[in-house]
C-alpha cells in the first residue's frame, strides 16, 4: 500500500491554481520531483494565464479554459522535446501562472517638484499625483524580463520600477502634448491622457499593459497659479469685452487704493476708487466703440466732489505719461471731468 502511494505522489494529472489573494503577479506550480500525467488537465480560469517552459526556453501559453495535456495541444514543447510520436509517458516541465487581472489603485506621485520645459514659461517646477492600474498583458515577457523562475512574484515588488516610469515621463507627456502647460494644468484629464500615452511604451517592455491613468493633483508654484486664476476669471467673463474690463478694474482697484493711501490716508482710498471706475468706464467704452463699430451708450454719470476729479485727472496724466492712455483719450476725459467742476 505504502509504495501504491509512492507511485501515486509521481504524477500529476490536474494542474491549476486558485490566486489566494490580491497582488500575486506569477506563481510557478510546485513539481518537486514529481512529473506531469500524458493526458492530464490543465485549468486556466478568467483573469488567468499559463505557460509551459521547457528547460528555461518558454513553450506554450494557455488562456482561460481546460486543456488535455498531449502532443496535440503542447506543439512548441514537443518540438523542444524532440517527440516524433505521440508522448505515453509522463514528462517534466515548468509550469508557471499569471494573473490577468487589473492592479488597480497604483500611486504615483513626485516626492520633489519635476522640472519641465514650457513653451510659455520656460522651466517649470511642478508637484503632482494619482493613479493608475496595469495588468499582466504578454506572460512570455514579462517572464523573461521581469519574474524570472522565481516561485512567486508580487505587484508589491515591481511597485518601485513602476512608479519611477511613471514620474519619469512626466516631461515627456507635457512635451510631447504641444500644449501650453496651464491649459494642461487646468484639465487633468487631458493631462492623464497624455501621461498615459508616454508611459505606455515603457509598460509594454516588461510584458504590462497600462489600463488606466488619473491625475488627481497638479501643484504649481505661487506665481504660476496666480497666473491660473486669472486666466480662470478671464473665462468666466467670455468674450464681453465690457465685463472683461469691469473684472480687470476690480483687480487693479487694490493697487490704485494702495498707492492712494500712502498720501491721503482714507481720503485718498475713496479717491482711488473712484479713479478706479473711471478708468474702467472709459475705456470699456472705447473697446466697445472700437469692436462693434458704434458709438456706446454714455455711461452713467458717476458723482464726483472737486477734489476727486482733481486726483482722477492726475493718475489719468499718470496714465498718459505710461503710453497707456494717448493724448486725445486724455484730453477728452479732462474735459469731461472739468465739466463736473462748473
Known sequence: MALMDFLKKQFIDIIEWVEPADGILAWRYPMADRE???????????????????EGKAADQFGP????????????????????KLFESPFKSDVYFFSTRQQIDQRWGTSQPV??????????RLRAFGNYAYRVADPRLFQAQVSGTR???TAAEVDGQLRALMLQHISDAVAASGIPFLDLAANQVEFATRLKAAAAPAFEQLGLALETVTVQNVSLPEELQKILDQRIGMGMVGQDMGKFMQYQTAQAIPKFAEGSAAGGGIAGDAMGLGAGVALG??????????????????????????????ATIEKLADLKAKGILTAEEFDAKKAELLKKLV
Open 36 to 54: 506531469i500525467q500524458n493526458g492530464g488537465s490543465l485549468t486556466v480560469r478568467e483573469s488567468q494565464m499559463a505557460l509551459f517552459v521547457n
Open 281 to 310: 468706464q472709459v475705456l470699456a467704452q472705447q473697446l466697445g466703440q472700437g469692436l462693434q463699430g458704434a458709438p456706446a451708450a454714455a455711461p452713467a454719470a458717476v458723482a464726483m466732489k472737486p477734489d476727486e476729479v482733481m
Open 151 to 153: 516561485e512567486t512574484y
Open 115 to 124: 522640472t519641465i520645459r514650457d513653451k510659455d514659461f520656460g522651466a517649470v
Open 65 to 84: 479554459g481546460r486543456y488535455t495535456l498531449t502532443t496535440a495541444t503542447l506543439p512548441i514543447l514537443t518540438y523542444l522535446k524532440n517527440w516524433d
